[in-house]
């Protein structure tokens, strides 16, 4: 059955540095896959998500990840990090009429 | 954003009381969620709807109850709200016909005192 691995559960970088979070997958097949971002005391927004079309996928905020097949991971990634990405991300993974998280990443920005 | 409002936002009951949230959506998608989020346990879903008076059992349904009696609005009720019920609420829809992921409403704190 298809799952995610968040293998970090926090990750601190500066303001201006570039940002990686990363995600594993379980799947016997190329599966979708999203990345949500929770603000504190927020609802969760999809910050992008994986349908197969591209492997380098874009998403708001500057924020992208890149499907690769041959290491089952989808890592989120942002160049330069800024105040306001601190937040929860969560890798997901739909399976059946349902959605299945990781267990999020915790990602602190130092001033 | 998608267009989903929960309320009442906050609320503060005692237990033993019955408690209903609702869902409200303006996107005609099919499937509604309820979910609860606690720290250390993440997001976990107690029941879903895939259509109107269609429902089924999430991860954690024990001692809640929803309904669909509409498109547009889901119901999850606490029959006798008890001190371990004290979460966060969301709701969340999607349409699988445009894609397998969900939309989130902005939440519901709910304490049980």
């Known amino acids: 059955a298809q799952s995610v691995t968040q293998l970090d559960s926090h990750v601190s970088v500066s303001e201006g540095t570039p940002v990686l979070l990363r995600c594993n997958y379980s799947?016997?097949?190329?599966?979708?896959l999203f990345w949500y971002v929770q603000h504190p005391n927020k609802g969760l927004q999809l910050l992008l998500k994986y349908t197969s079309a591209a492997t380098l996928v874009k998403g708001i905020n500057g924020f992208e990840a890149e499907f690769k097949k041959s290491e089952t991971s989808f890592h989120l990634t942002k160049p330069s990090a800024h105040m306001s990405d601190a937040a929860e991300y969560f890798c997901?993974?739909?399976?059946?009429?349902?959605?299945?998280f990781g267990k999020g990443t915790r990602l602190h920005i130092l001033p | 954003d998608a267009g989903i409002t929960q309320s009442p936002r906050h609320k503060v009951t005692e237990t033993g009381t019955p408690v209903t949230l609702r869902c409200h959506q303006t996107e005609n998608h099919r499937y509604m969620y309820w979910y609860r989020q606690d720290p250390g346990h993440g997001l976990r879903l107690i029941h879903y709807?895939?259509?109107?008076?269609?429902?089924d059992k999430g991860e954690v349904s024990d001692g809640y109850s929803v309904s669909r009696s509409k498109t547009e609005d889901f119901l999850l009720t606490l029959e006798s709200a008890t001190s371990s019920q004290t979460s966060v609420y969301f709701c969340?829809?999607?349409?699988?016909?445009?894609?397998?992921?969900?939309?989130f409403g902005p939440g519901t704190r709910l304490t049980v005192t």
């Open positions: 997901v993974v739909p399976r059946d009429d349902k959605i299945i």
């Open positions: 709807s895939y259509g109107v008076k269609d429902t």
């Open positions: 969340a829809i999607s349409d699988p016909l445009s894609g397998t992921e969900q939309y």
């Open positions: 799947s016997s097949y190329s599966p979708s």
